[in-house]
């Protein structure tokens, strides 16, 4: 789910019903939901009160070019 569309759940409910409507999608066998470009916490939990379970946020790890995905994640005791 796009930054543009986290940032503003909690003035519209027009971009509530599109998260609602994402994350129904990402209920389907096969797909993930991930929200990207969360940038404070309020944002976060209100994503996470939303059911989003995935997320890109800025405090945990800045977006890293995919050839050093592997070395992050065995850094953080993940892979």
């Known amino acids: 789910m796009a930054k543009v569309v986290a940032e503003e759940t909690e003035s519209s409910d027009e971009k509530r019903r599109l998260v609602a409507a994402i994350l129904q999608l990402g209920g389907t066998p096969g797909f993930e939901t991930?929200?990207?470009?969360?940038?404070?916490?309020?944002?976060?939990n209100r994503l996470r009160a939303l059911g989003f379970r995935h997320g890109q946020w800025y405090p945990y790890t800045h977006p890293i070019p995919a050839h050093e995905l592997h070395s992050a994640l065995e850094r953080a005791h993940v892979a």
């Open 34 to 44: 991930v929200a990207k470009g969360i940038d404070s916490e309020s944002q976060r």
